[in-house]
Nanobody
Framework: QVQLVESGGGLVQPGGSLRLSCAASGSIFRINVWGWYRQAPGKQRELLAEITMGGFTNYADSVKGRFTISRDNAKNTVYLQMNSLKPEDTAVYYC??????????????WGQGTQVTVSS
């Protein structure tokens, strides 16, 4: 019904920057809320940032001031700009969308995940 495809992960040095993208496709009527999460080995999945269709944002303390979530409603795409990256930011990053689909109900969908590695 709805698919999320992520891109932009990779290897970056401490203090560097990276931008992740996540594009939604399918029978979408409205994306109500976008979210970015991450999960490191042996750790729980962590909510990093959320943004509503109206542009309201919420950030985890671990990333506020360094990460910025944004979206392009016309393209059904969300972004995560990551600056001042630290080794502890190393994880698999996932996008998530709360979607009202055409001819269906309201459901949450996950991207496939993209690896971000911060290392010198």
């Amino acid at each position: 019904q709805v698919q999320l495809v992520e891109s932009g992960g990779g290897l970056v040095q401490p203090g560097g920057s990276l931008r992740l993208s996540c594009a939604a496709s399918g029978s979408i009527f409205r994306i109500n809320v976008w979210g970015w999460y991450r999960q490191a080995p042996g750790k729980q999945r962590e909510l990093l940032a959320e943004i509503t269709m109206g542009g309201f944002t919420n950030y985890a303390d671990s990333v506020k001031g360094r990460f910025t979530i944004s979206r392009d409603n016309a393209k059904n795409t969300v972004y995560l700009q990551m600056n001042s990256l630290k080794p502890e930011d190393t994880a698999v990053y996932y996008c998530n969308a709360d979607v009202t689909a055409l001819g269906s109900g309201r459901s949450r969908y996950w991207g496939q995940g993209t690896q971000v590695t911060v290392s010198s």
